[in-house]
């Protein structure tokens, strides 16, 4: 990917299966922020081959920094995560007040420019680490006679950002931990969530989630998924502080390193939603990423940001970044088993969800082109008037469910 293919990545040699779609993001992570990065890691796939102890992909660099990562539990990842952040800030204010206490002892000059420095682009971090360093070889000599100074370099690392990543798949995100994440975006705090989005429960062999979509036949959606995929990113934009972004790296490589890179300077919340192959969809991985590029050639997938900073310059937070469809969605679609199996099964099924399925693309990519022209963006008045014209389940005609083989 160009501007990261000289970053050294600190995920390494994971345990995934070959061609997996969730661990070049989680290795993009690592380039972009790895090397002051907390990870807290709902249990699924990544939670396995990204801990398949005793060894670990998660790697340090030559300075032996790297990200701490721990996987908590599938229900509570958010709030793990979310008590990470809390932590992080709590040792930040501790280090800051014993910076202040030994001020005349270090330098009033090198105190004040450690506790003023932006550290929002990587130069001014890189900065403030050699600020920091400055400060540790002041601190070392007072350290035999000052209680104080000891409990400082206990904390001291934490002046420099910590980057707090909540990471998971979309059972964990829209379905199990869904209620701790909702936390996290009401929450307010400087928090990156990454969602690992295979739309399916992966690593217990493929069961439905909330994030399956319309037509695609799963465990427990044999029959084909009767209901659209629900919309977490519209759930989350109506909160209107929430950064948001929908990235699809096979698609466009650029708007995804654009959006981790925005999620992270983001002084708040941040919620990325990451297309992610898997075997589960059932065709050769080797073509993971052009079916990616497919998903949002198709419309299915569309490629969004949500950056409520915008709105201060009086523009419309939501930018749509992907093209109108210019493939119809069976195109893309149809080279998966998971939606060619109904074909097989229930072939009357199998077309009528096709064409429900195509309703619903056209009218989310319409919806979502409308958004990018309101100059407040999608309003929770506008994702309400927008969901009432999408068809909730009820008010369209469903084919009817005929009972899972
Ligand atoms: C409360 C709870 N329910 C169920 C499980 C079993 N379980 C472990 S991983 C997993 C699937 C994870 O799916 P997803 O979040 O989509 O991540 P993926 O594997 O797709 O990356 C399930 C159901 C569990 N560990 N804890
Ligand atoms: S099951 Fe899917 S998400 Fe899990 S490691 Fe394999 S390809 Fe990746």
Not at 157 to 162: E, P
Not at 398 to 404: E, F, G, I, N, S
Request: aromatic share 8%.
């Amino acid at each position: 990917m160009r501007g990261v293919q000289f970053l050294e990545p600190l995920f390494e040699f994971s345990g995934a299966c070959a061609g997996c779609g969730e661990t070049p993001y989680l290795k993009l992570l690592s380039q972009l922020f790895g090397d002051r990065m907390l990870v807290a890691n709902a249990t699924g796939c990544s939670s396995i081959y990204g801990g398949n102890l005793p060894v670990t992909p998660w790697s340090t660099n030559h300075e032996g920094r790297g990200p701490a990562w721990s996987n908590s539990l599938f229900e509570d990842n958010a709030e793990f995560g979310l008590g990470l952040r809390l932590a992080a800030d709590k040792h930040r204010a501790l280090a800051a007040s014993l910076l202040r206490a030994l001020a005349p002892e270090l330098g009033a000059a090198l105190v004040e420019s450690v506790l003023a420095a932006p550290q929002i682009q990587e130069s001014q971090v890189r900065a403030q680490r050699a600020r920091v360093a400055e400060a540790r070889a002041r601190l070392l000599p007072l350290a035999e006679h000052r209680a104080e100074a000891r409990d400082l370099l206990s904390v001291l690392d934490h002046l420099v950002r910590r980057s707090v990543w909540i990471v998971g798949g979309d059972g964990w995100a829209y379905d199990i931990g869904f209620g701790g994440l909702d936390h996290v975006l009401a929450a307010g705090r400087d928090i990156n969530v990454l969602v690992l989005d295979t739309e399916v429960y992966s690593n217990t062999g493929g069961q439905a989630s909330k994030a399956t979509p319309l037509g695609a036949t799963a465990k427990f959606a044999a029959a084909g998924k009767r209901i659209a995929r629900k919309d977490l990113a519209l759930q989350a934009i109506a909160y209107g502080n929430v950064y948001v972004a929908q990235v699809a790296m096979g698609a466009n490589p650029q708007q995804t390193l654009q959006a981790f890179r925005e999620a992270e300077a983001y002084e708040g919340t941040s919620l990325i939603l990451a297309y992610s192959h898997c075997i589960e969809h059932g065709f050769d991985l080797r073509y993971g990423m052009k079916q990616q590029d497919l998903a949002v050639a198709s419309g299915y997938w569309p490629l969004f940001r949500y950056v409520p900073a915008m709105r201060r310059i009086g523009e419309s937070p939501f930018r749509l970044d992907s093209p109108r469809p210019t493939i119809p969605f069976k195109a893309y679609a149809y080279n998966e088993l998971r939606y060619r199996r109904l074909t097989a099964s229930d072939p009357a099924a199998a077309e009528e969800l096709l064409v429900q399925a195509q309703a619903a693309v056209t009218d989310k990519y319409r919806t979502y082109e409308d958004f990018s022209q309101l100059r407040d963006g999608p309003t929770p008045a506008a994702v309400t008037a927008a969901a009432k014209s999408w068809g909730l389940p009820g008010e369209v005609p469903l084919v009817p469910a005929t009972p899972a083989r």
